[in-house]
């Protein structure tokens, strides 16, 4: 499978973003998808994270202001960002998660840029 990141961009705080991953060589209905991010000099960080059934999980720092969706017809997840901060600033990664819990394929990244 292969992921690729799209829709990142540089806005001012307190406005929105949508990201977009979709996925060829495979099809993304069966499983889980998550969304991460990486600051600069940070740790990659879990954001988001559909089930395969629709079901969401976010991190406390973007609970209320991000919604992960996805629409298997287009084999493509969503992350819609609002009320964005600064410190939202970063590269945003999609993952496939296995039946296992590991997050197997990544896509590329797409940076996020947040201004004050």
């Known amino acids: 499978v292969q992921l690729q990141a799209s829709g990142g961009g540089q806005v001012q705080a307190g406005g929105s973003l949508r990201l977009s991953c979709a996925a060829s060589?495979?099809?993304?209905?069966?499983?889980?998808m998550g969304w991460f991010r990486q600051a600069p000099g940070k740790e990659r960080e879990f954001v988001a994270r559909?089930?395969?059934?629709?079901?969401?999980y976010y991190a406390d720092s973007v609970k209320g202001r991000f919604t992960v969706s996805r629409d298997n017809a287009r084999n493509t997840v969503y992350l819609q960002m609002n009320s964005l901060k600064p410190e939202d600033t970063a590269v945003y990664y999609c993952?496939?998660?296995?039946?296992?819990?590991?997050?197997?394929?990544w896509g590329q990244g797409t940076q996020v840029t947040v201004s004050s």
């Open positions: 060589g495979g099809t993304l209905s069966r499983y889980d």
């Open positions: 993952a496939v998660r296995d039946d296992v819990g590991q997050y197997d394929y």
């Open positions: 559909i089930t395969w059934s629709g079901i969401t």
